[in-house]
C-alpha cells in the first residue's frame, strides 16, 4: 500500500462534512462550498496547484504574458494618477501561481519610481499555492509578503488587483418556494447512501431578503437567486482602506453586468464540468460574479466606480493589439500563430472576451480608472 492509498484527504473531507451534516443537519450552500474549497487539510485550494499545465482550469493570466503587462501598466498609470505616493502598496488578492504578478511587474519596470516606491503583498489562503507563488516571484524585482487578508495590510496608499478572486468567494442560495423564500442547503440522500443532495432549509431573514435585487424579491416560484455576502466584506475593507488614502482596486472575473436569477454553481475537474456535489476538494467551485451588486456596494461605500466593460474592449483599450504584434515580431511563424491564437482566447466574444468583466474601484476624486468608463 503506497502513502497516497493511506492518506486520502477528499475522502475524509468528504466523511467530515457528513458526520457534520448528521449532528448539525443540512449545510447552507456557502459552508460546503467554503469547506470545499478552503479546509486546511483538503480544500481544493489547499492542497494542490489547480492552474498547472494539466491542472483544473486555465485563467487569463496562465493563457498569456500580455494579461499581466497590460495589468501592470494600468497599475503604474494609476499610480501616477494617485500623485506618484512612496511608499505605496501593491497588493494582489488570489494571485494563483504567481504569474500575474510576474508579468505585471516586469510591465510596470516601464514607470520610473514605481517599483521604488512600492512594496508587494498578496493575499493568499492556500499554503499550497503560496508556495508556487514563492517560487514563480523568486527573481521578481520586489520581495513578496504574504497577509491572511485585506483588513491585515497596514493602511497607506495601495492598487488593488484581483483576477478570478470574487468568483471563489463562497455563495449561499436560495429558492422562492410557496411565495417565501428559503435557504438552499447541502443535506444526505434520505436513503443515506452518503450522497449530497441539495435541499430547502430555513426561511430567508429579512436582512438576507433585502440582499436580494430588488428586480427579483418577488420572483415567482421555483426562482433561484444567488447572495454573495462575502464581497461585502471586500468592498468594506477597501473602502476602509481607500476612504483614508487613495487607493485603486481592479477586479477582473466571469459574472453578470445585470442582476439575474440562477442557478450558477459550477465545478471543474481536469477542464470538465462536473457535479458541484460530489467530491468535494476535487474540484473548483465558482459561481458567477455579480458586477452590478459589487458596483452598487462600492458606489453605496463612498468609492467612485469605473466598467462594467468586457474584458475584451479593456485589453483592446489598454492596447492588447499592439502588445501582440510587438511580441510576434520576434517570433517564426509557429510562435506569430501561437501569440495570435492567445489574443483570441483573451478578447474574442466567443472565449472570454465578453463572459469576463472588468470593474475598477477608487478613493473619490480621483481621475478616471484607465480604460474603463464611469459607471
Ligand atoms: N488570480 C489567479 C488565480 C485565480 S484562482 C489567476 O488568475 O490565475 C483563485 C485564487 O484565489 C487562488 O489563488 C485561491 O487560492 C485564492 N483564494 C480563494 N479563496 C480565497 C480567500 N478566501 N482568501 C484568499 N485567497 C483565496
Redesign the pocket.
Known sequence: MSAEDEFRPAEQLAQQLKDRIRSEGPLPVSVFMAEA??DPMAGF?ATKDP?SAGGDFI????ISQMFGELVGLWAAEVWGQMGAPDPVRLIE?????G??MSDVLRAARAAPGFLDAASLHL????AA?KMVQGRTLASAPLQARWES?LEKIAAGPSIIL????LD??PIRQAVRHNGVWRERVVGLSPQDTGRFIFGLGPHLSEVDINEIAPTLRDAEDGTLVELRLSDATVIDQIAQRFKTHPGYALFIDYGSDAPEAGDTLQALKAHQKVEPLDAPGTADLTAWVDFDRIARLARNAGLDVYGISHQGDFLKGLGVEARAAALARTQDEAGQAKIARQLHRLTAPEEMGTLFKVIALCSPGLPPAPGLDAF
Do not use: D, K, W
Not at 59 to 62: G, K, N
Not at 93 to 97: A, I, L, N, S, W
Not at 162 to 165: H, M, S, V
Open positions: 474549497l478552503l485550494y492552474l485563467t487569463a493570466p496562465e488578492v488570489g494571485p494563483g501561481t504569474r500575474m493575499v493568499e489562503a492556500s499555492l487578508g484581483g483576477n478570478e478572486f471563489c468567494l
